[in-house]
T-cell receptor, first 113, second 114 residues
Framework: AQSVAQPEDQVNVAEGNPLTVKCTYS??????LFWYVQYPNRGLQFLLK??????LVKGSYGFEAEFNKSQTSFHLKKPSALVSDSALYFC???????????FGQGTTLQVKP | GAGVSQSPSNKVTEKGKDVELRCDPI?????LYWYRQSLGQGLEFLIY????????KSGLPSDRFSAERTGGSVSTLTIQRTQQEDSAVYLC????????????FGSGTRLTVV
């Protein structure tokens, strides 16, 4: 069965420093991977996805993610964090032909000035 | 509309009462999903609708939960005889087609059962 793990409940980083939010997955077949962000009292906003192609995927708001098949990882990264990046981040994998998403538990990113 | 609209945004109900949550997907989006976001539980899939096909109900947690989608557009999630463990944020998402993977989520309905 498809599954996603986000090993960190919270990541703290200083503004201007690089950030990484970790995600590992377990799928049968080719993985279709996603990152979403959720700001307080808001729905999920799409950041980026990996379906096929280049292992480095660039997305919204300066975020990028690297697909690593050997390590079954899809870590989210940003070279320089902003205070406004503070939010809850979800990694997800497609589960089955219906396109439903299987989400990780979420990681809270806290960027401090 | 421009986005996925959910109503009400907040709902407080007494234990044992029935509730209906509504989702208006983006016009032209054929696929619609319901998810539940519980504190400490992350996001869990509930149900999926695609056009006129039979819905995938595999994520519904009990027979107190049901959903329908009328005319391939608006969807209603109904919870009967609500329990306190049903308290969560219920999110709806739609996409133009499954292969597109361009899911758009609504802002959710926060359900509190007291």
């Amino acid at each position: 069965a498809q599954s996603v793990a986000q090993p960190e409940d919270q990541v703290n980083v200083a503004e201007g420093n690089p950030l990484t939010v970790k995600c590992t997955y377990s799928v049968s077949g080719n993985p279709y991977l996603f990152w979403y962000v959720q700001y307080p009292n808001r729905g999920l906003q799409f950041l980026l996805k990996y379906i096929t192609g280049d292992n480095l995927v660039k997305g919204s708001y300066g975020f990028e993610a690297e697909f690593n098949k050997s390590q079954t990882s899809f870590h989210l990264k940003k070279p320089s964090a902003l205070v406004s990046d503070s939010a809850l981040y979800f990694c997800a994998v497609r589960g089955g032909n219906t396109g439903k998403l299987i989400f990780g538990q979420g990681t809270t990113l806290q960027v401090k000035p | 509309g421009a986005g996925v609209s959910q109503s009400p945004s907040n709902k407080v109900t007494e234990k044992g009462k029935d509730v209906e949550l509504r989702c208006d997907p983006i016009s032209g989006h054929t696929a619609l999903y319901w998810y539940r976001q519980s504190l400490g539980q992350g996001l869990e899939f509930l149900i999926y609708f695609q056009g006129n096909s039979a819905p995938d109900k595999s994520g519904l947690p009990s027979d107190r939960f049901s959903a329908e989608r009328t005319g391939g557009s608006v969807s209603t999630l109904t919870i009967q005889r609500t329990q306190q463990e049903d308290s969560a944020v219920y999110l709806c998402a739609s996409t133009v087609r499954v292969a597109n993977y361009g899911y758009t989520f609504g802002s959710g309905t926060r359900l509190t059962v007291v």
